[in-house]
């Protein structure tokens, strides 16, 4: 079975801070994203990478950056966490192009204080 | 431009009768179309994938879809709700790299 795994489940920081969070996953997929959820507006795409060190802007961005050093690792990064950065995060891979599934990590809920 | 709409935010049924879930889908290409549930506090779980063999598509817990080109629509059934079903449901179009996702129903399973 496909894994991938987000390291923190639940965390809290405080305004300003610098927050990392981490995926890896265990099936040498090419494709990784992030994404946040939050209530009524779906999953939105932050960033994806289709490939190591190669990032893509999703739909919303601003305040975020990614890095992809490794093909199993893909790191969100919050450069200064704000309070409207309190969501949902849920990390997924997948393989190739067309028909190939998409999996996702258990996520992880990011509260800014 | 591809887009997915989910018809109903919530749907409300009692324990042992159908599920119909709508979606409906824009592509400018063949698409490959998804079903996934989602339950509180956990991640996306793939329930059964459509990629231009079968239109019926056969997924996991009983549910199925059906693939109609001609009314882009790929609506999710499953003929008697189970409690375990209550969930989330997001119905989601693939285009090459990119993943296009519904707004999500709510499925509401009542005893």
């Known amino acids: 079975d496909v894994k991938v795994t987000q390291s923190s489940r639940y965390l809290v920081k405080r305004t300003g801070e610098k927050v990392f969070l981490e995926c890896v996953q265990d099936?040498?997929?090419?494709?990784m994203f992030w994404y946040r959820q939050d209530p009524g507006l779906g999953l939105r795409l932050i960033y994806f990478?289709?490939?190591?060190?190669?990032?893509e802007k999703g739909d919303i961005p601003e305040g975020y950056s990614v890095s992809r050093e490794k093909k199993e690792r893909f790191s969100l990064i919050l450069e200064s966490a704000s309070t409207n950065q309190t969501s949902m995060y849920l990390c997924?891979?997948?393989?190739?192009?067309?028909?190939?599934?998409?999996?996702f990590g258990e996520g992880s809920w990011l509260t800014v204080v | 431009a591809q887009s997915v709409t989910q018809l109903d935010s919530h749907v409300s049924v009692s324990e042992g009768t159908p599920v119909l879930l709508r979606c409906n889908y824009s592509?400018?290409?063949?698409?490959?179309l998804f079903w996934y549930v989602q339950h509180p506090n956990k991640g996306l779980q793939l329930l059964l994938k459509?990629?231009?063999?079968?239109?019926l598509v056969k997924g996991i817990n009983g549910f199925e879809a059906e693939f109609k080109k001609s009314e882009t629509s790929f609506h999710l059934t499953k003929p008697s709700a189970h409690m375990s079903d209550a969930a989330e449901y997001f119905c989601?179009?693939?285009?090459?790299?990119?993943?296009?996702f519904g707004s999500g129903t709510k499925l509401n399973v009542k005893p």
């Open positions: 997924a891979s997948s393989f190739g192009n067309s028909g190939n599934t998409i999996y």
């Open positions: 099936m040498d997929h090419e494709n």
């Open positions: 990478s289709y490939d190591v060190k190669m990032k």
């Open positions: 592509s400018s290409y063949s698409p490959s």
């Open positions: 459509y990629t231009s063999a079968a239109t």
């Open positions: 989601v179009v693939r285009n090459f790299n990119k993943f296009y």
